[in-house]
């Protein structure tokens, strides 16, 4: 069983910039496919990146790339998301996810990949 714990949410101006963490225990980071994902008030789960299990290149959203990083710490098996030049558009409640089977490449977006996920951490960027 994998759990995921995110942290690092919080208030920030549009313009700034977090770093939200993703702490996951039970297996180790790299046998597992993570993803970031995000949901916004009334609206449907946004896949925002993802690593697949064996290639580890991200897939950033359209609306994030340039913008976001994503990082992985293997001794600490903590994931990443470093968010700089916030939009207000980027308030969302942000949840890390994982998967212990690798998707191919056209199910890296989908949530239904992934069976573990966290909590979430809330983002709100003010305009």
């Known amino acids: 069983q994998v759990q995921l714990v995110e942290s690092g949410g919080g208030l920030v101006q549009a313009g700034g910039s977090l770093r939200l963490s993703c702490a996951a225990s039970?297996?180790?980071?790299?046998?597992?496919?993570m993803a970031w994902f995000r949901q916004a008030p009334g609206k449907e789960r946004e896949f925002v990146v993802g690593?697949?299990?064996?290639?580890?290149?991200?897939s950033y959203a359209n609306s994030v790339k340039g913008r976001f990083t994503v990082s992985t710490d293997n001794d600490k098996n903590t994931y990443y998301l470093r968010m700089n030049n916030l939009k207000p558009e980027d308030t969302a409640v942000y949840h890390c996810?994982?998967?212990?089977?690798?998707?191919?490449?056209?199910?890296?977006?989908?949530?239904?990949?992934?069976?573990?996920w966290g909590q979430g951490t809330k983002v709100t960027v003010s305009s």
């Open positions: 039970g297996r180790a980071f790299s046998n597992l496919a």
């Open positions: 690593i697949r299990r064996y290639i580890r290149t991200p």
């Open positions: 996810a994982a998967a212990s089977e690798s998707p191919i490449m056209s199910s890296v977006g989908s949530a239904s990949t992934y069976e573990y």
